[in-house]
């Protein structure tokens, strides 16, 4: 079965401070995503990425960066975390599929909170 | 962005009833999936139909799609208390874009 883990599932942080969160995959997916959910506002694409060191921006990449060096791992940087960035972060993992999107697998995702 | 829509935004029914929700779309698709959310965790990957199917089953869930119309519904037959989560349907995109969901509380 398909593991996502992403490394915390609560995290509290100051405004300011540079806030790293990890994910990895054990299935050899080639695509990984970031997505943030918030009330009201469902689950919006951050980044996402289709292969080892490669990145695009998703609808809200503002504030944020990424890193794949490895394929099974995806990390989401958040540069100088603001309060506006307190939110449940979820991470997620799929393969190649004919060029359109296979079924995603999420970790428990990380609630994150900025004070 | 091409974000679904999905409706009723909550629903609550007895165990036992079928709830349906519906999702919008406003681009055309390669396919179209459905998940599930328990509260406070990752979201579950339930059914995926292709633009070229109309109709789908698993289990108790029937997905139907119609892409002159640019919908979809999900159908849970017989409803269970543990059915009591939200719902999202997912557009394939460059990436899978979701809605914000319909939350469904079946109570016993």
């Known amino acids: 079965d398909v593991k996502v883990t992403q490394s915390s599932r609560y995290l509290v942080k100051r405004t300011g401070e540079k806030v790293f969160l990890e994910c990895v995959q054990d299935m050899d997916h080639e695509n990984m995503f970031w997505y943030r959910q918030d009330p009201g506002l469902g689950l919006r694409l951050i980044y996402f990425s289709y292969d080892v060191k490669m990145k695009e921006k998703g609808d809200i990449p503002e504030g944020y960066s990424v890193s794949r060096e490895k394929k099974e791992r995806f990390s989401l940087i958040l540069e100088s975390a603001s309060t506006n960035q307190t939110s449940m972060y979820l991470c997620?993992?799929?393969?190649?599929?004919?060029?359109?999107?296979?079924?995603?697998?999420f970790g428990n995702g990380t609630r994150l909170t900025v004070t | 962005s091409q974000q679904g829509e999905e409706d009723p935004q909550a629903l609550s029914i007895q165990e036992g009833e079928n709830a349906t929700m519906n999702c919008s779309y406003k681009t055309s698709i390669n396919n179209l999936q459905w998940y599930r959310q328990n509260s406070g965790r990752g979201l579950v990957h339930l059914i995926l139909i292709r633009s070229n199917e109309r109709e789908k089953h698993s289990g108790r869930l029937r997905v139907t799609l119609d892409t002159s119309k640019k919908s979809s519904s999900l159908l849970i037959t017989a409803s269970r208390a543990a059915d009591t989560a939200s719902y999202f349907c997912a557009t394939d995109a460059a990436a899978l874009i979701f809605g914000k969901g319909t939350t469904l509380s079946v109570s016993s």
């Open positions: 997620a993992s799929s393969y190649n599929w004919q060029g359109s999107n296979s079924p995603l697998h």
